[in-house]
């Protein structure tokens, strides 16, 4: 069986280095874009401050998952954007995600 794991940064352990421990169960990795609402906390969202290095961390972390042949699995929630969600506003910014990751990444899958 090949699970669909969500991305998380974790304190301690790097998220490439905990799914390398499992990779044989792991197919792909679903992940938000930081800043992007999606259900739960948004990346880079502290208790009161915002993580500037949460981008950068994500990026090199989605680059180490290609690097393992984990699939990227790049997560838009609709109901998250209310009255954006059917938005030329929307669908512009994740045309430009999409491009940038295929920039990092060679794109989400």
Do not use: T
């Not at 990346?43 to 500037?52: I, V």
């Amino acid at each position: 069986m090949k699970f669909a794991i969500g991305y998380q940064q974790p304190e301690h352990e790097p998220f490439p280095a905990m799914v390398a421990d499992y990779r044989a169960q792991v197919d792909e990795v679903y992940f938000p874009w930081v800043g992007a609402p999606s259900g739960r906390a948004p990346l880079g969202a502290g208790s009161s401050r915002r993580d500037w290095q949460a981008q950068a961390i994500l990026e090199e972390d989605l680059i180490h998952l290609r690097e393992m042949g984990v699939r990227l699995d790049l997560l838009f929630n609709a109901n998250c954007y209310g009255g954006d969600a059917l938005s030329e506003r929307l669908a512009n910014e994740v045309c430009s995600i999409v491009d940038h990751l295929g920039d990092i990444c060679n794109g989400p899958d």
